[in-house]
């Protein structure tokens, strides 16, 4: 077959001619040949791979700049390409998963449904919980915070010579989210927390406190309204679930090794000996940018046990024997000195933080 015209080659491809057009202006699909006189674009039937390709990927909606990546690493390596569709994927479900979560909620919140108005609705349920840090054998000073309440969980761990501080003003700024924020109000409270935390050390960092623009801190938390649980998470803290007898982790690390795990470029094996391991790609260090948080919803179900924790914990020790201590330890004070006893035993080389709560019928 020789060369196509734009309307022959769009109806091969499944594509419009108007997408083709926008296609070649973007670099994602451009012609064989334009024809110098008329303006005429020409295509050629080897085209017709990428072409088809590019028109799957936007009915899965995949953003056309990564559809551009994704088309350029299929011509040299069709397996990567099929790692990076499946990845983009998996994040997609992800989010959908936390949207549908929100939209639950606020179908709740405007039905009048009990179960979304708010803690003073758990006359059933209440939290058994605990939280501790350690400095490690190694660090010099903790910048690790953890906190438990009744109705808050959280852990932030500070980096830079303001970490400390910093990981300590962002607990801060949620514990008084405790008893003032109370059921539709809770997501939007969370942001403007969060936010709050930022902008003061984008301020602190412009000051006069020396190395502290290199300062900030990673966040995750959750806040219990009515049989849910708002989740806050930005960095490389996690959270991780304990429910019938199965551990899951609940939050998405934002970091440079998860990005490329994702996308099918870096085992989690590979990840944990990665040169760059520790490299955020979002943190609340006063960066609009790198500050943007995950935000969702999430069931809570009598006999849940949850963990947060620092990365001075999950780097040293190993996934099934976090399971273990959460499956067996009989409250949470005990498990949070099991897990952190593992961290000093595995060597301490970080700065660790649990907080640790169980939900309990009464």
Known sequence: MGELTIGAFARASRLSPKALRLYDELGLLAPARVDGTTGYRYYVEAQLPRARLVAWLRRVGMPLARIGEVCDLYETDPPAAGLVIGAYWARVETETAARRDLVTFLVDQLSGNPAGKGVEQMSEMRMRYAAGTDRGLVRPVNQDTAYAGSRLLAVADGFGADGARASGAAVDALVALEESVRGADVLNGLADAVDRVNRANREGSSGDSGDSGDSGTTLTAMLWTGSRLALVHVGDTRAYLLRGGEVSRITHDHTLVQSMIDAGSLTAEEATSHPRRALLLRALDGSADHARPDLRLHDVVPGDRYLLCSDGLFTVVGPDDIRRVLATAVDPADAVSELIAL???????????????????V
Do not use: E, F, H, R
Not at 343 to 361: E, Q
């Open 343 to 361: 961290a000093l035993a595995a060597g301490g080389p970080d700065n660790v933080a649990c907080a640790v709560a169980d939900a309990v019928t």
